[in-house]
């Protein structure tokens, strides 16, 4: 597709769950963020990639939060023992590079992750 | 660290009616500023950004914000409000490093625009 693709659009999941969510950037793009949008909030940074490795991971919230990115594309938001103060929709984008005035994010729609 | 406030969490104006979104933000250099629209069921859409150069910029669907440094704002304006335009506008800082900029923004906590026809 011509945009950034998330999957699944909904989550719902039961506390201490593992959970997975996926982002596939738009072609040829280098990087890749993920961030978080909690309700009423603006979105919080988590993690970004520069190709296959993560550059800044700064925004995890704790040890329970990993992403990857194996082949440079495709990202993985894994979540393990599911809290319900992880309820948030979780925006992923990418760009065309990482600097530069050339650096524009386009946002996936988001996977809303409920936790019961 | 950076902040971004955007002291107006709900405007209502009339459609027609000119608009200015505030925005203020804090950083320690000069920054990367961004304005992003959200509507329902879409992703953050980029209206426009500020890196360097001319204070008042340009954006797409008639918005402008123009880079105050002595008031630390970067305020969303637009002169005549179409009905397409309610959403959800949020304000952004970006980081420097080296330089350059990367997407690691900050963003404000959103202003909701609602529009009366």
């Known amino acids: 597709g011509a945009g950034v693709s998330q999957t699944p659009s909904n989550k719902v999941t039961e506390k201490g769950k593992y959970v997975e969510l996926r982002c596939d950037p738009i072609s040829g793009h280098t990087a890749l963020y993920w961030y978080r949008q909690s309700l009423g909030q603006g979105p919080e940074f988590l993690i970004y990639?520069?190709?296959?490795?993560?550059?800044?991971d700064s925004g995890l919230p704790n040890d329970r939060f990993f992403a990857v990115r194996p082949e440079g594309s495709v990202s993985t938001l894994k979540i393990q023992r599911t809290e319900r103060g992880d309820s948030a929709v979780y925006l992923c984008?990418?760009?065309?590079?990482?600097?530069?005035?050339?650096?524009?994010?386009?946002f996936g729609e988001g996977s809303r992750l409920t936790v019961l | 660290a950076q902040s971004v406030t955007q002291p107006d969490i709900h405007i209502t104006v009339s459609e027609g009616a000119s608009l200015e979104l505030r925005c203020n933000y804090s950083?320690?250099?000069?920054?990367?500023l961004f304005w992003y629209v959200q509507s329902p069921g879409q992703g953050l859409q980029l209206l426009l950004k500020y890196f360097s150069g001319d204070t008042l910029v340009q954006g797409i669907k008639g918005f402008e914000a123009e880079f105050k440094r002595s008031q630390s704002s970067f305020n969303l304006r637009k002169p005549s409000v179409h009905w397409s335009d309610a959403a959800e506008y949020f304000c952004a800082v970006g980081a420097r490093a080296g330089g350059t900029s990367y997407g690691k923004l900050t963003f404000g906590q959103g202003t909701i625009l609602t529009v009366h026809p």
């Open positions: 984008a990418s760009s065309l590079t990482a600097g530069g005035s050339s650096g524009e994010l386009f």
């Open positions: 990639f520069q190709g296959t490795g993560a550059a800044d």
């Open positions: 950083y320690g250099a000069t920054p990367y």
